[in-house]
């Protein structure tokens, strides 16, 4: 664990609702020692079991990347006590400065169960793994990689409460090659409140944007 936590290159800074400012989630980088340069190729295991909700094939920004989803009902009360759950929105938050098209709502998503989403980002490889597939804690999901908006190496984990079942064909923003179906789901997923982000190191007991 005390590896772990010195893996920690950018933590958990989340922006106001509705800002796509950074910081959603970790990053975790293989650095040198005792350069503490950032490497590529270290293998990426699943967190959590859980259902491919996604996988993203080298779009901007998120490169290479893999969504993961796993239903509150499956977590232990050790973790959902350390995930100190939001309550469910009762309604979308609209962008504050980014252009996205009509937010891809499920029509029951009030209804639904709720779910924890896994984002794992700038993976080197596309995912060997199929959406609607399951992986297993601690399967191999890839290697930490700089694909996307990524400066140098390291894996972008990211993590969010939100309806569950659903799917995420692709997301992409920034980049005028990304379709309006694209960048729907990035902002579903990014600023419409209906996602709501945590920080993911909470989930090991070790959160990474406490003081």
């Not at 950032?38 to 996988?55: F, I, K, N, T």
């Not at 924890?116 to 060997?128: F, T």
């Not at 990211?158 to 990304?178: C, K, L, Q, W």
Request: charged letters at 20%.
């Amino acid at each position: 664990m005390t590896r772990l936590t010195e893996q920690i290159s950018n933590p958990y800074k989340p922006p106001p609702p509705g800002s796509d400012d950074p910081h959603f989630g970790v990053d975790l980088a293989d650095f040198s020692q005792p350069e503490r340069i950032a490497r590529s190729g270290m293998a990426v295991q699943a967190v959590l079991s859980g259902r491919v909700a996604g996988v993203i094939v080298n779009r901007f920004p998120y490169g290479n990347a893999l969504i993961v989803e796993t239903p509150l009902s499956d977590l232990d009360e050790q973790v959902l006590a350390r995930l100190n759950l939001p309550e469910a929105p009762e309604d979308v938050v609209q962008p504050l400065a980014l252009t996205c098209p009509p937010y891809p709502l499920p029509e029951d998503w009030q209804s639904r169960p709720r779910s924890l989403y896994l984002l794992y980002a700038h993976l080197q490889d596309v995912p060997a793994v199929t959406p609607g597939g399951m992986v297993e804690c601690g399967q191999v999901i890839g290697a930490v990689g700089d694909s996307g908006n990524a400066l140098a190496p390291h894996l972008h984990l990211e993590a969010r409460i939100g309806p569950a079942d659903v799917n995420f064909p692709s997301m992409a923003h920034y980049d005028p090659s990304a379709t309006n179906e694209e960048m729907a789901a990035y902002c579903l997923w990014r600023v419409s409140g209906l996602f709501q982000s945590m920080d993911a190191m909470c989930l090991l007991d070790k959160c990474s944007s406490a003081p």
